[in-house]
């Protein structure tokens, strides 16, 4: 599998298992990935922070084996892919080919999908404390003038 194609599965399977999870973890009286606005002080730096409406970003962390296959058939050069345990099939005819393997770790920022009603009451929240601002800032300038 091409690097990008796993990074990309990666990506897209971990937001669509949290979406699906999102409404039946809330039946059993829970929040999958509820919204969040603030930091976080975990020690595994895997909370990345928060968007304005309470998604929550972690830090993907991907630590993969990748080969490079140069394959003389084949044009443009090698190709760098996910390092597999085993490989079969057999190929016709000559060619030459050389393959290193290297190890690459890079974390990717991903912001899931948040619960609805989590992001409702977190939009509320910020609301109720803007209005309580804008109401101590009238009181403040009405004693100013």
Same mark, same amino acid.
């Given at each position: 599998? %091409?690097?990008?194609? *796993?990074?990309?599965?990666?990506?897209?399977?971990?937001?669509?298992? /949290?979406? $699906?999870?999102?409404?039946?973890?809330? $039946?059993?009286? !829970?929040?999958?990935?509820?919204?969040?606005? !603030?930091?976080?002080?975990?020690? @595994?730096?895997?909370?990345?922070?928060?968007?304005?409406?309470?998604?929550?970003? *972690?830090?993907? @962390?991907?630590? /993969?084996?990748?080969? /490079?296959?140069?394959?003389?058939?084949?044009?443009? !050069?090698?190709?760098? &892919?996910?390092?597999?345990? *085993?490989?079969?099939?057999? @190929?016709?005819?000559?060619?030459? &080919?050389?393959?290193?393997?290297?190890?690459?770790?890079? &974390?990717?920022?991903?912001?899931?999908?948040? %619960?609805?009603?989590?992001?409702?009451?977190?939009?509320?929240?910020?609301?109720?404390?803007? $209005?309580?601002?804008? $109401?101590?800032?009238?009181?403040?300038?009405?004693?100013?003038?």
């Amino acid at each position: 599998m %091409d690097l990008k194609d *796993f990074v990309r599965e990666t990506l897209v399977q971990l937001s669509t298992g /949290v979406q $699906e999870s999102i409404e039946e973890v809330r $039946e059993s009286g !829970g929040y999958s990935n509820p919204a969040a606005v !603030g930091s976080s002080k975990n020690s @595994d730096n895997s909370h990345f922070g928060s968007m304005g409406e309470g998604q929550n970003v *972690f830090l993907v @962390d991907f630590d /993969v084996a990748v080969t /490079v296959d140069e394959n003389s058939e084949v044009s443009g !050069g090698g190709k760098l &892919k996910v390092a597999s345990v *085993f490989s079969l099939g057999a @190929d016709a005819g000559s060619s030459s &080919k050389s393959s290193s393997s290297n190890r690459v770790s890079f &974390k990717i920022p991903l912001a899931l999908p948040v %619960d609805p009603v989590s992001r409702a009451e977190v939009t509320e929240r910020k609301a109720r404390q803007q $209005e309580r601002i804008n $109401e101590s800032m009238r009181r403040l300038n009405q004693g100013l003038t």
